[in-house]
């Protein structure tokens, strides 16, 4: 019997066919959207590289220590320098460039790679590499000290100083000269709480008194005429004790002269030679002299002061250098120079913000008028890249500043806050101000800048003055002059000019200057944090670290 054929079989075979055509094609297109999706991850994971790239080649550009600082163009010029060497294809871009807060700087790297765009932020931090120095005492004159007519320097360990409510002093305040051969004197009843050192002579004149809490070195002669020395004396040629007491050791590398028969020595005497009072009679006591000349004392041994360069730190250069920068800056757009800026002759509470990059001035013509937005120019400060602000003089009266940030003053003429005197404030306990003086400086009457304050949260002074101002250049005309009832927390350093705090003035901080005078009651008030601050050898190569790392999507 003959079978009947229905298709069965072909229709499923073509079924079968067309699902599997409709699969085939189903995997082909998603395969080759794999496909795109993993291109387009290769040119992110491209993007990406990319971006490390510029972050690792700016990084090694801020390490270099380039001649012309760190600057954004600079880096932009020195990563597609790089970029070209290298060969790699793709675009790198460093935007958002900061400059830096307390040496740290902040930018984004931008790679692009066929489309893809990777976005990196980076923090890091720049700083002077190697053995590192503390150079701040109370007192440094490079050419001589004076301490006279009752002035005082002492020194505090709190975090700011109460002048209400005085802390303890702590007596750590050394007093020293640099240069060889140059003076200390303490004439007029002055009283020292803390060491001190000269490199020449120590001369308490006939008629005055000289307390010292700490010890007294000389590399030549020492003369006490009156005063009371909590400590050793050291000298490397002759003492001559009038009616000082010593509490501890003496030590001569010649001879120990006794005018009079009423000073005594605590401790120990070693002395090349001993000369007696004149008139010395049976009812004499011979303590001195039984201590100078008993059988086995030996002549002292010098106590070698360090000689060192007066401007170890090239302050000069550098505040000279960044004048001469800004007189490039601003020669096509003179009105980034601050004309006759900061003054006030009315009114009562004026005050005035100033931030790192802009802030607001008064000039001499507009009194009670300020001028907004005034803009910082980028200059490279002693190796730092900063905004700074540039002033023909600065005379500010009867205003109150608050400097909010790492803000920086050049002053290429006069800087004074004098008559009713200005209030300088810090706005956080991250801000700072940097002065850098060509002209002179006067603080006096009733001004008072940071004295309420102390070290920022970066450990960095709240006012820091550094002066080129060369009084051998200016008829010996003091660099700097605190007068009145002024006070001030400043870390100072003239190593060409003659600094003078006088009258009622009261400094805390630090001063270096090419001579120091200081006079009366006010004193100068060593804060003892200032020892502890590791300051970087600008000779040295810089180091430099990652602070933050990180990937991030642009919004915009």
């Known amino acids: 019997m003959k079978k009947t054929q229905n298709g069965f079989v072909l229709v499923s075979v073509l079924l079968i066919t067309t699902i599997s055509t409709i699969y085939a094609f189903s995997e082909i297109k998603g395969n080759k959207l794999q496909e795109r999706i993993g291109g387009n991850q290769q040119k992110e994971m491209n993007a990406r590289l990319l971006a490390e790239k510029g972050m690792f080649e700016s990084y090694a550009f801020m390490g270099s220590d380039p001649v012309g600082g760190i600057t954004s163009d600079a880096l932009n ?16 871009e460093i935007k958002d460039f900061n400059l830096p807060l307390s040496n740290r700087y902040n930018f984004t790297s931008k790679g692009i790679y066929h489309g893809a765009i990777a976005y990196m932020n980076a923090e890091v931090e720049v700083t002077h590499g190697g053995v590192v120095v503390t150079p701040h005492n109370a007192i440094v004159g490079c050419e001589g000290v004076t301490v ?28 020293s000269t640099v240069t060889e051969g140059a003076d200390i004197i303490l004439d007029g009843g002055v009283t020292i709480g803390g060491d001190v050192n000269s490199t020449g002579r120590i001369d308490v004149p006939i008629g005055s008194t000289g307390n010292v809490i700490g010890n007294l070195a000389a590399n030549e002669s020492i003369h006490l005429n009156t005063g009371t020395i909590t400590g050793d004396i050291t000298t490397g040629q002759n003492l001559t004790l009038g009616d000082g007491i010593v509490t501890g050791n003496v030590s001569a590398k010649d001879n120990l002269i006794q005018p009079f028969d009423t000073a005594s020595i605590g401790e120990e005497v070693k002395a090349g030679g001993y000369t007696p009072p004149a008139w010395s ?5 011979h303590s001195i002299k039984d201590k100078a000349t008993a059988p086995g004392v030996v002549a002292g ?23 001469a920068a ?9 009105e980034a ?7 006030s002759r009315s009114g009562e509470g004026l005050s005035l913000a100033i931030g790192e990059t802009s802030g607001a001035f008064y000039r001499e013509a507009d009194n009670n008028t300020a001028t907004p937005n005034v803009h910082a120019q980028d200059l490279n400060v002693l190796g730092e890249d900063k905004k700074v602000y540039v002033f023909d003089k600065l005379d500010v009266n009867n205003i109150t500043m608050t400097i909010t940030g790492n803000v920086t003053f050049l002053v290429r003429g006069e800087f004074s806050s004098m008559e009713n005197g200005g209030t300088f404030l810090m706005g956080d306990n991250k801000s700072t101000l940097t002065i850098l003086a060509e002209g002179q400086v006067n603080i006096g009457g009733s001004s008072d800048l940071f004295s309420g304050n102390g070290l920022n949260e970066y450990n960095k002074a709240p006012l820091t003055i550094k002066s080129s101002y060369d009084s051998d250049l200016n008829g010996g005309a003091n660099a700097i002059n605190f007068t009145g009832a002024a006070k001030s927390y400043a870390v100072i350093d003239a190593p060409l000019g003659h600094v003078s705090a006088q009258n009622g003035s009261a400094l805390i901080g630090a001063i270096r200057g090419k001579t120091v005078t200081a006079t009366g009651a006010g004193g100068i008030l060593f804060d003892e944090s200032l020892l502890g601050l590791e300051e970087p050898d600008p000779d040295l190569p810089k180091s430099i670290k990652y602070l933050s790392v990180a990937y991030f999507y642009n919004k915009n």
Do not use: H
């Open 148 to 175: 006279n007519n009752g002035g005082r320097v002492n020194s505090f360990n709190t975090p700011t100083y109460d002048f209400d409510n005085p802390p303890p002093e702590t007596n750590n305040a050394q007093v």
């Open 337 to 343: 120079v601050l004309t006759n800026m900061g003054v």
């Open 301 to 323: 041994v010098s106590p070698d002061v360090a000689i060192e360069e007066c401007d170890k730190w090239n302050i000069v250069a550098g505040v000279e250098a960044n004048a």
């Open 326 to 334: 800004a007189a490039v800056a601003v020669a096509a757009n003179e």
């Open 77 to 92: 010029a020195y990563v597609q320098a790089a970029m070209v060497a290298s060969g790699v294809e793709g675009e790198v």
């Open 281 to 285: 009679d049976e009812a004499f006591t």
